[in-house]
């Protein structure tokens, strides 16, 4: 399935007093990774937002391998798991610079009407772009 690369550099404020980054900051580099990989298929959360579809995460699971620490610039892959249907299901890994695995993560997302406020498909232009 389609995946992307993001780069991203580890900001001091990321870490904790060891220089470490403290594990909650992994969901804002998942994050980062997911909007890239929708960007690269032409579309954004904003734009998505703006044509009444909203994709609140529903599930998050990671497995953590190695720490990354302040300064690293990490990369980021971001894999769609299956053609999304009601919800849209993602695979990570996240390296460190020397190409060691520092975790491994996944995500659900669902889509939903922003006015509604329901579970919808996916939307079609989504699809479109990725059969």
């Known amino acids: 399935m389609k995946n992307t690369?993001?780069?991203?550099?580890?900001?001091?404020?990321e870490t904790d007093q060891m220089g470490v980054v403290y594990y909650g900051n992994y969901a804002q580099y998942l994050e980062q990774g997911r909007t890239e990989w929708l960007r690269e298929l032409g579309y954004s959360y904003k734009w998505m937002e703006a044509n009444n579809v909203h994709?609140?995460?529903v599930h998050l699971s990671i497995d953590y391998k190695l720490p990354a620490y302040y300064d690293d610039v990490l990369t980021v892959k971001t894999t769609l798991k299956k053609l999304p249907s009601v919800k849209i299901e993602f695979y990570y890994e996240i390296y460190n610079e020397s190409k060691q695995l520092l975790i491994r993560a996944t995500t659900v997302l669902v889509f939903v009407n922003s006015t509604t406020k329901k579970l919808?498909?996916?939307?079609?232009y989504l699809l479109d772009k990725l059969v």
């Open 120 to 124: 919808m498909k996916a939307p079609q």
């Open 55 to 57: 994709l609140p995460v």
């Open 5 to 13: 690369i993001t780069k991203i550099r580890v900001r001091y404020g």
